[in-house]
């Protein structure tokens, strides 16, 4: 099977054409038959002359061990050679303290807007927020991509982070070392750290959202008396199968390493797996797949039911991010103010919204928008949705046409210049609480 210049594998066990269904299974799949070494992972030769290689994305000693063996057309050091620095200002990294911005409020931003320059994966990145150390392995960054140009014969990678790719516009095609994966809005994309990828644009112009995580893999949440089942279900992630291009011409690669992007050239694709082995792999996941658990009699639980994936920081309970998801469900509590209620939190909250109206803010924040609630400021309801909430009539009422997302860290949140200067920020968003008015005049039972 030939797609987008990869050879794939087909594969007859793939539930989803080309793609493979299990959260952190141990997959195996090649693109040509007997690719795969059979009962052994380092033969004295490899079949169809490959090099056998593993790609470990834990230390060798976790528990368990995260790695995929690859049976390649050359070893990755033969797609890595001398490399120099360049500078791509709009991508930052943690710690990234502009003396000139100010991090400490409640900001929401319109839609960054398309341009009409060339922008890849990597020269369209455009850093909103970090958090922690890149250095050190903790903390992330959170972006909004714009991208209208695929990138060809040029390949990246990042040895800083994992990257999770929230679209919001547009099609994408992450054509890895490990296959293709192809993302629409309403899906996801997780693309582990060290993996080298192409993207490429199948419909543009392309926008969306990117978490950056600096430490400690995503993981599914553990549901506690909530079971085995509902939230996010392994079976509905999915590992691409095999693919690989054995195509020589002049080549670059990208490697974002310690914060800094280097390049080095190379005279071959990269993309050269032609089967492998593993539980380390790049995913997608459609978030209509969520299945949501609530109150069914009254209250409103806390936004953590509705986590997605969590990347672990070393203290139990205390996520380095968590990736929750608000998306489409009845609301059935009674006598209950239903919105999310007031609140100051030690997490920071970066959220996104996919399409539709979210129910706390019902102006002000629109698809391909983003707001920042930081370490231990106030928000809320605005005044409209404060008050509709308190006086609704009570019955089984539908949340339709809601999708959005946040970005939880336990690191407070620093802008960028980009998102204190440039980005479309509303400055009259601290605003939307100003009409709140004091209720109280001391009558017991006034409500
Ligand atoms: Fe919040």
């Not at 539709?356 to 698809?367: E, M, N, S």
């Not at 009539?393 to 960028?416: A, I, V």
């Not at 479309?424 to 039972?445: A, H, N, R, S, V």
Request: with cysteine; glycine share 8%.
């Amino acid at each position: 099977m030939k797609h987008s210049g990869l050879t794939v594998a087909d594969d007859g066990n793939a539930i989803s054409k080309g793609y493979m269904p299990g959260w952190a299974n141990d997959f195996e799949t090649e693109a040509l038959p007997g690719a795969l070494p059979i009962g052994m992972n380092s033969p004295q030769r490899c079949n169809y002359g490959l090099y056998g290689e593993q790609l470990s994305g834990t230390a060798f000693t976790a528990n368990p061990p995260e790695r995929t063996w690859c049976y390649r057309i050359r070893p990755s050091v033969k797609h890595s050679h001398r490399y120099e620095k360049i500078d791509l200002p709009y991508w930052k990294s943690a710690p990234c303290i502009d003396p000139d911005v100010i991090s400490l409020g409640q900001y929401r931003w319109d839609p960054v807007e398309h341009t009409d320059k060339p922008l890849t994966w990597v020269t369209g990145m455009r850093t909103m927020t970090t958090a922690g150390d890149v250095n050190t392995q903790v903390g992330m960054a959170s972006h909004v991509y714009l991208v209208n140009t695929s990138m060809v014969d040029d390949y990246f990678f990042s040895a800083d982070s994992e990257l999770l790719v929230v679209p919001q516009e547009g099609r994408l095609r992450f054509a890895t070392e490990l296959g293709i994966i192809d993302v629409e809005p309403k899906e996801i994309a997780i693309i582990p750290r060290g993996l080298v990828y192409r993207v490429e644009v199948l419909e543009g112009p392309c926008r969306g959202f990117v978490c950056e995580n600096y430490g400690q893999k995503f993981e599914l949440p553990g549901r506690g008396p909530i079971g085995a089942n509902c939230m996010a279900n392994p079976r509905d992630f999915k590992a691409p199968v095999a693919a690989y291009e054995d195509r020589e011409v002049p080549s670059t690669v990208t490697m974002k390493w310690c914060g800094q992007f280097h390049v080095t050239k190379i005279n071959q694709s990269p993309l050269d797996v032609v089967a492998w082995h593993g539980n380390y792999a790049p995913y997608k996941y459609d978030l209509r797949a969520y299945c949501p658990v609530g109150a069914i009699l009254f209250d409103h639980p806390d936004p953590s039911i509705f986590t997605v994936l969590t990347a672990p920081s070393g203290h139990p309970g205390t996520a380095n991010i968590d990736f929750v998801l608000f998306r489409e469900r009845w609301m059935v509590m009674e006598d209950t103010f239903r919105p999310p209620w007031y609140h100051k939190n030690i997490m920071s909250e970066l959220m996104g919204n996919i399409y539709g109206q979210y129910d706390a803010k019902p102006q002000g924040f629109v698809p391909g928008g983003m707001s920042l609630h930081n370490m231990m400021l106030p928000h809320g309801p605005d005044k409209e949705a404060f008050e509709k909430a308190s006086n609704a009539n009570l019955g089984p009422d539908k949340l339709d046409n809601t999708m959005s997302f946040m970005f939880e860290t336990r690191f407070p949140q620093h802008l960028t210049g980009f998102a204190a200067k440039e980005a479309p920020l509303q400055d009259d968003y601290i605003d939307c609480w100003t009409d709140i008015e004091k209720k109280f005049d001391g009558t017991p039972g006034k409500k």
